[in-house]
């Protein structure tokens, strides 16, 4: 047995609904939140509430559910127990933590008492854009910019706020196209600074309008700490997507080069890839090119998404959305062997996001305020001259109403990190199909942290120098699974690792494994 990733959260939760007073003379079951992925001779399991990440070889798996509580715990595996990854037989776990999270956990703060303070704000500086996306979900919206005037009351609106609680706040610039606006930005952040309000901020732009001075102004008087940027894919497929109303044929260049000064000057950077079936294997690509162009580095992350139906103009059938997944996931390996997605495994929340968190608003350039992003033209519960007690408390109860869970929950281990609001365009009961896609999106990063931990379990016990062949065959066998082969083949011993892994071996703590490998 190995324990990958030594995580305890959520204990009160586990502890409050299935109880600590467990009956050790029965057999213990794989308690319905764990999801078992099958890797050769072990099974990896991921508990989605707690965090942890167990490796068992198929017999320790086997013989767990054939065991009684004091037989496993006689074997020295009570954490398996204590981390509720086995339950008794006889207890439904499903029901346990299902009522306990509905009733007693999650959305018990009245509404009324959301907004005792605010330190997340979503701005709007402007609805307007200067590119043209095609599955844009702000087609047909008004291209209103903020005012000074309302740039002003919203810096006043945030420092009052601040001045109740002093609690530090955080800004996201939002548009639109946020830059399409940066007067405003300047307007608010230098009444921010003058205040005295601690305040770090982000930004979600195509990045066409970032220059130097522009970059040099977002890190230092913005504190600008991270962006999002999305690349639809390599340079003709991006510039016929974004159709930016330049017309300009070197705008993904543009971009590129945009994205390179930013991780210059210290922000962070996270591409986002919209995917979908024209342009997903493009897109395969594009993180080929962005690896040659730019490489690794510490402040650059690259993820994707599908694009949302239920707000762009792309509309699948069954048969194409299982294709799309299937090509999505070949995309997500690619982007974690090439250490641009990270291998995190999400945890239960306590809340989705800044619509039901109880502390962050959305201001819109005409001082109105609601409660997401993907709302900006209906469903506002004030604005910022109205006194926050008589904002709509309706509107703010209907974000917190969630969906009933259906049979097909029962059988999905993703039942406790799953928070479906009704009104969110991105959460809905599934189907079948994206049920088993978003539990191979958690697979993928099981396997990316086991295949880690088996490559480190190599190195420890391989410093006898004599190994270099079983490293390759390890690393052979993944970059075969990623179709990396070519690719790979030209590479040194050291490349072949940084490359999967991220490791660089020059830090690695076995200088042994350095010494002996050192460009060879």
Not at 215 to 229: F, G
Not at 337 to 344: I, L, R, S, T, V
Not at 396 to 419: D, G
Request: aromatic content about 12%; hydrophobic content about 35%; proline content about 2%.
């Amino acid at each position: 047995m190995n324990i990958l990733l030594n995580n305890n959260y959520n204990s009160i939760v586990l502890k409050k609904s299935i109880g600590t007073n467990l009956n050790f003379n029965s057999k213990f079951k794989l308690a319905s939140y764990v999801i078992k992925y099958n890797t050769g001779n072990t099974v990896i399991l991921y508990n989605t509430i707690s965090g942890l990440l167990v490796e068992l070889l198929k017999d320790e798996y086997s013989f767990i559910l054939s065991s009684t509580g004091n037989d496993i715990i006689e074997k020295g595996w009570r954490f398996l127990i204590d981390r509720y990854t086995f339950v008794p037989e006889n207890i439904n776990d499903y029901d346990a933590v299902n009522t306990y999270l509905s009733t007693k956990h999650r959305y018990q703060t009245p509404v009324e008492n959301n907004f005792d303070y605010i330190d997340k704000y979503v701005i709007f500086t402007t609805l307007d854009c200067n590119a043209r996306c095609f599955y844009c979900y702000e087609h047909g919206a008004s291209k209103i910019k903020m005012s000074s005037k309302i740039a002003t009351d919203t810096a006043d609106f945030i420092i009052n706020e601040y001045n109740k609680t002093k609690t530090p706040i955080a800004i996201s610039w939002f548009g639109g196209e946020p830059l399409y606006n940066i007067e405003v930005i300047d307007l608010i952040t230098d009444k921010l600074i003058e205040a005295g309000v601690p305040f770090y901020s982000d930004i979600t732009t195509n990045a066409y309008l970032f220059t130097e001075d522009v970059i040099e102004k977002a890190a230092v008087k913005w504190n600008i700490k991270h962006t999002q940027i999305t690349l639809d894919g390599t340079k003709e497929k991006y510039n016929k997507t974004k159709n930016y109303i330049y017309k300009d044929k070197n705008a993904f260049d543009k971009v590129i080069d945009n994205i390179k000064a930013l991780l210059k000057h210290n922000i962070e950077v996270h591409i986002r890839l919209n995917a979908d079936l024209y342009n997903v294997d493009d897109l395969t690509d594009l993180v080929k090119y962005l690896y040659e162009e730019i490489g690794n580095h510490p402040k650059l992350s690259v993820y994707t998404h599908e694009l949302f139906e239920d707000v762009s103009n792309v509309k699948h059938t069954e048969e194409e959305k299982e294709q799309l997944f299937k090509k999505i996931n070949i995309l997500k390996r690619h982007l974690m062997y090439y250490n641009y997605m990270n291998d995190d495994l999400t945890v239960m929340k306590h809340c989705h996001c800044l619509t039901d968190g109880g502390h962050g608003i959305m201001i819109l350039p005409d001082g109105k305020v609601g409660q997401c992003e993907h709302f900006y033209n209906k469903d506002y519960i004030g604005d910022i001259y109205t006194p926050k007690e008589n904002w709509n408390y309706d509107v703010v109860a209907n974000w917190r109403e969630l969906y009933k869970k259906e049979e097909i929950c029962k059988s999905c281990p993703l039942f406790a990190v799953c928070i479906p609001i009704k009104r969110c365009i991105g959460e809905h009961i599934c189907g079948e199909l994206e049920k088993s896609y978003k539990i191979d999106d958690y697979k993928i990063r099981m396997k990316r942290v086991y295949d880690k931990s088996l490559y480190t379990r190599n190195l420890n016990s391989s410093c006898d120098c004599n190994s270099k062949s079983n490293y390759s065959e390890v690393l052979s066998k993944i970059a075969n699974e990623l179709e990396l082969a070519n690719d790979y083949k030209s590479l040194t011993l050291l490349e072949r690792i940084k490359l999967l892994f991220g490791f660089d071996v020059y830090r690695d703590p076995h200088k042994k494994v350095q010494d002996n490998f050192n460009g060879k």
